[in-house]
């Protein structure tokens, strides 16, 4: 017989076992309902989606009460960030009109040619800051409206739209239509206007490339066929399907034509066109005539006070400073080969490649941050963005040349100051030599400063023709042909190539400039501003003498000085250059 106490020993631990048994599961499925929840909460947070809410236990217990009390916090939730984002709608709603009421009434004024230049600046400046105010307002609407899930285009590209489009832009931008005639016995060529293009639009389907980056390296390969011939068009539309499931067109434009502010200009008016046929939005306002602008340059450029006045600033800057100093972004050794060549340890120029003229093309991409740490100093400093890279130039120049002062840097022009300049196209864009001579102990505010005073005074002088400046130096200093006092070229670009369209704000968009493959310039800097708020740096460098090394260096170091110096203001350039 078994004893009560070996019938305890036996019974007492698997009564332990069956009670954790059933422990194990009781909480298990109290716990499964734990993990419902979690996963639902979740779901909730990675979708973004407020309006949704967890679902209910049939038993009125704690986890009934704790699911409730999710659900109206997510109420809560929900109706927070969505007056939030109705707050940030209508603001941008209320903001567009007055804004451009302020822009539109700028650009009227800056037509009026009895303001004086100082007027013009100070309503130049009010323009600027009001665009720059209208594309904030423009993004806080794009951010409200990402945030609702709202997009306006959801179906393929119209191409028989675009076409007609394309066709309708020609018509509109007379400069698209320009033609050059064959040199007659003098050498001159003449340019005219085409009253009609009649060309059909060609659409290449490129959809089934690798890549879009594979797709922009045949498109290069594109901008390096020129426009041989006489009378003949001197730009091309090529409609496309390209991968990643853009589609748009390619265009191939003669520089004499348009520059890229022009060129800005019309391609958003093209697709202002595009969405007044596709969604009945209001039609673009004409674009002022080509022809009628051309003829006021000209009137302009044949006003002989105005000319004699032009030709007095530049002569006056040689009678001050000079003949220039060449400077290499390679060093001081490229002069003095140039002066071994000629026979001149005196001479103050150096040659320009003329025979093999291939460009290559390296671009950086500095980060929205950084760019944005750039445009506040600017900003708060009341500079231009062009004149701190300018400086950044020069100040590399100069430390590579063993601390050259006299540094003259090509910079380009474009001339586009009012409504009619910036609507009737053509190429506006003209360079001309911004020369200073700055010590190594000016601080780098100063420095700034000095750039920006010169570049202001050559801008009131910009209808002068800079041939008369080579022309007036070869004749001073009796340079050798094909030489020149600059290595170093450089376009500052603020308007970025993104479509400011209130149909399409949502859409992502791809732009790329291609460079055209040959230019007598050693190295041309193009900068310009990116979709994601940042800035790139495209560097075009003769494969002549120059390295994709040598645009690697001076984009680093350029980099170094100019956050060096935003950083602290007071350091003076020869102790930024040490440093660096």
């Known amino acids: 017989p078994i004893s009560s106490e070996k019938m305890l020993l036996i019974v007492f631990p698997l009564l332990i076992i069956l009670i954790g048994a059933i422990g194990y ?66 603001v941008s709603h209320e903001l567009r009109t007055p804004v451009a009421v302020i822009i539109s009434q700028c650009e009227y004024l800056l037509e009026n040619e009895n303001l004086s230049a100082e007027d013009k600046e100070e309503i130049a400046v009010i323009l600027r ?135 800005v200009v019309m391609i958003e008016d093209l697709f202002q066109l595009y969405t007044h046929y596709r969604y009945g939005t209001a039609c673009p306002q004409e674009l002022v005539d080509f022809e009628t602008v051309l003829k006021k340059d000209l009137a302009k450029a044949g006003n002989e006070k105005r000319f004699a006045k032009d030709k007095k600033f530049w002569d006056d800057q040689l009678d001050a400073l000079g003949e220039p100093l060449y400077s290499d972004i390679q060093g001081p050794a490229v002069l003095e080969e140039a ?80 409504h009619e300049e910036w609507t009737s196209g053509g190429s506006r864009t003209i360079m001309f030599p911004c020369r200073t001579v700055i010590s190594p102990e000016t601080d780098f505010l100063s420095a700034a400063y000095e ?9 009131m002088h910009s209808n002068y023709d800079p041939a008369f400046i080579v022309d007036e130096m070869r004749k001073r200093y009796h340079t050798p042909e094909h030489t020149s006092y600059e290595s170093c070229y450089l376009t500052y670009q603020p308007m970025p190539v993104k479509v400011e369209n209130e149909m399409l704000g ?23 501003h990116t979709e994601d708020g940042g800035m790139n740096f495209s560097y075009h460098y003769q494969t002549a003498h120059l390295e994709e090394h040598d645009m690697e260096l001076l984009y680093y170091y350029m980099m170094r000085i100019l956050f060096k110096g935003i950083a602290e203001p007071d350091m003076s350039i020869g102790e930024i250059m040490e440093q660096v």
């Open 339 to 418: 002066r071994k060549r000629h026979g001149n340890p005196k001479l103050r120029a150096s040659d320009i490649e003329m025979k093999e003229l291939f460009v290559a093309v390296k671009d950086y991409h500095l980060e929205p941050y950084a760019t944005q740490n750039l445009m506040d100093f600017c900003m708060n400093h009341q500079l231009s963005m062009t004149n701190l890279l300018l400086l950044g130039i020069r100040t590399y120049l100069s430390k590579v040349n063993n601390g050259q002062e006299d540094i003259t840097i090509q910079n380009f022009i474009s001339r586009r100051s009012t």
């Open 129 to 263: 800051q009001a665009k720059r105010m209208s594309k904030l307002t423009n993004e806080m609407l794009m951010i409200a409206r990402n945030e609702q899930g709202e997009q306006y285009l959801m179906e393929k590209l119209d191409f028989g739209l675009l076409k007609k489009c394309i066709q309708m832009e020609t018509e509109r931008s007379g400069c698209t239509r320009v033609r050059f005639t064959k040199p007659d016995k003098d050498g001159n060529v003449k340019q005219y206007i085409e009253k009609q293009d009649s060309r059909d639009i060609e659409l290449k389907d490129l959809s089934g490339m690798e890549s879009l980056a594979k797709a922009d390296e045949l498109m290069q390969q594109w901008a390096y066929e020129t426009f041989d011939g006489d009378n003949i068009p001197m730009c091309e539309f090529i409609m496309l399907k390209l991968p990643e499931g853009y589609n748009g067109f390619f265009l191939h434009m003669d520089h004499r034509l348009i520059d890229s502010c022009g060129l």
């Open 25 to 90: 599961f009781m909480i298990k499925r109290a716990l499964s309902q734990v993990d419902l929840i979690c996963d639902e909460v979740e779901n909730i947070s990675n979708g973004k989606d407020l309006s949704k809410r967890l679902s209910l236990p049939k038993a009125k217990d704690e986890l009934y009460e704790l699911s409730e009390k999710f659900n109206e916090m997510f109420e809560r939730l929900e109706f927070s960030f969505e007056k939030e984002r109705q707050f940030t709608s209508d």
């Open 451 to 459: 750039i920006q005073n010169m570049q202001n005074r050559i801008y």
């Open 506 to 528: 949502t859409i992502r968009q791809h732009a790329k400039w291609f460079a055209n493959g040959a230019a007598t310039k050693k190295m041309y800097l193009t900068v310009s």
